[in-house]
């Protein structure tokens, strides 16, 4: 494939200066691919004779419609190389995408399931350590000292003594960065999500993860679940996840929430129970549906649990 690569940009190093493209000529010269490529897509079509007035419908010759396939691939690829993307590039989004479309394919199917005993939890701060890690790499980044237990607010802008426009730019990059692959798991999530599995939960998961605008968290996430063997029937992805969780299920099948955000928990106590994590920055009152616990494994005590052995 890379020789394809370079063939290509070896060409179209006849039109375009690689070597001093400004961000102007790089949105510029995609646009024009962009265009062409469109073009392309339309004389396609045109080769499968689609049009329901044309009479000569065996009229179709293969290689026409291979040539114009080819002319697709080379506009597409020329975008790419505009953007200094290479094969492996190309090959490791492949698979990320694929990933990805499996799961949201899933995604739209999975909650259909029935189940008389349904568990919603959340992910970040339950399952995964988190704002921990974050604040790892805004120490690394910034050569700070933040800890977790110097968090006295949900709200990360609130939290940290930056200027927002620094905050929101590590934000950005850590979403980026694939960063969410690698944050750790909590003592006792992955037990506690085989402990549900054993007595007769579905679990779905959720999360507020931004993964419309940052489309790499979805496979991101997707990888870390699997990495780490955390178990779960599906993924819910909401703002309002534990609402939006009632809404499908109800409330007699909804039999109670894994939280660690304090106004999350407060909004969906008047619905069901709630088990509230224990966190720095989530003290506060809470309404009389929600327990508070200090581990996981309180909550298999008290619901009465048959436990997993490893």
Not at 83 to 105: C, H, I, L
Not at 207 to 223: G, H, L, Q, V
Request: with cysteine; net charge neutral; proline share 2%.
């Amino acid at each position: 494939m890379e020789h394809i690569w370079n063939d290509q940009k070896r060409f179209n190093s006849n039109f375009v200066d690689y070597k001093d493209l400004t961000q102007e000529q790089r949105v510029k010269h995609t646009k024009e691919y962009s265009l062409l490529l469109i073009d392309e897509i339309m004389e396609l079509i045109g080769e499968t004779n689609w049009k329901a007035h044309r009479k000569n419908k065996d009229d179709f010759i293969e290689s026409n419609l291979k040539e114009e396939w080819t002319d697709m691939f080379k506009y597409w690829l020329s975008i790419g190389l505009i953007w200094g993307f290479n094969p492996y590039d190309f090959v490791k989004e492949y698979e990320r995408k694929s990933s990805v479309v499996e799961q949201r394919y899933k995604q739209e199917k999975q909650l259909e399931f029935k189940a008389n005993k349904v568990v919603g939890v959340d992910i970040d701060g339950v399952l995964a350590k988190y704002p921990e890690h974050f604040l790892d790499f805004v120490n690394r980044k910034m050569g700070t000292d933040y800890s977790v237990e110097s968090l006295t607010d949900y709200d990360i802008y609130e939290a940290l003594d930056l200027p927002e426009n620094v905050t929101k730019e590590l934000k950005d990059k850590f979403r980026q960065s694939g960063e969410k692959r690698f944050i750790p798991v909590l003592n006792g999530a992955k037990k506690f999500l085989k402990d549900l599995k054993k007595n007769g939960y579905q679990i779905v998961l959720l999360s507020a993860r931004p993964y419309k605008k940052y489309r790499r968290i979805f496979a991101d996430t997707k990888e870390w679940l699997k990495k780490n063997n955390l178990v779960h029937d599906a993924i819910l992805w909401d703002e309002d996840k534990c609402a939006r969780l009632i809404k499908e299920f109800g409330t007699d099948k909804v039999k109670f929430f894994v939280e660690d955000n304090l106004e999350n928990a407060n909004d969906v106590a008047d619905l069901s129970k709630v088990y509230l994590l224990n966190k720095s920055y989530n003290t506060g009152k809470t309404k009389g549906n929600i327990v508070r616990v200090n581990e996981l494994d309180e909550i298999m005590k008290m619901e009465g649990f048959e436990n997993e052995k490893k």
